[in-house]
């Protein structure tokens, strides 16, 4: 199992940047894959990025061309830099880590951390 800790949340303006940061600890196996979800009330939780052990990437349309994800093997940490912000990404984000390659669905990611919430007003 991983423990994940996510922090760089909070309320910006439409247009705003804002970075997350997850640092994990615990069996390096199972970071094969780390990534980035969110989930908005009443809305299910959804993929926005992911990258692999490597550094493959993979990104929601909806996010592509603002978010960059990023990740230091070595200080087993995790980036999501979050560009251009719109009220559509207000979401609880959480950070999550997988044994397996580069998934995007939710139900593929054992360990998650608590969660960072980004607020975007108008």
């Known amino acids: 199992q991983v423990q994940l800790v996510e922090s760089g949340g909070g309320l910006v303006q439409a247009g705003d940047s804002l970075r997350l940061s997850c640092a994990a600890s615990?069996?390096?196996?199972?970071?094969?894959?780390m990534g980035w979800f969110r989930q908005a009330p009443g809305k299910e939780r959804e993929f926005v990025a992911v990258?692999?052990?490597?550094?493959?990437?993979k990104y929601a349309d909806s996010v592509e061309g603002r978010f960059t994800i990023s990740r230091d093997n070595a200080k087993n940490t995790m980036v999501l830099q979050m560009n251009s912000l719109k009220p559509e990404d207000t979401a609880h984000y959480y950070c999550?880590?997988?044994?397996?390659?580069?998934?995007?669905?939710?139900?593929?990611?054992?360990?998650w951390g608590q969660g960072t919430q980004v607020t975007v007003s108008s």
């Open positions: 615990g069996r390096t196996s199972d970071t094969i894959t």
């Open positions: 990258i692999s052990w490597t550094g493959s990437t």
């Open positions: 999550a880590a997988s044994g397996y390659y580069l998934l995007t669905r939710p139900d593929a990611y054992k360990s």
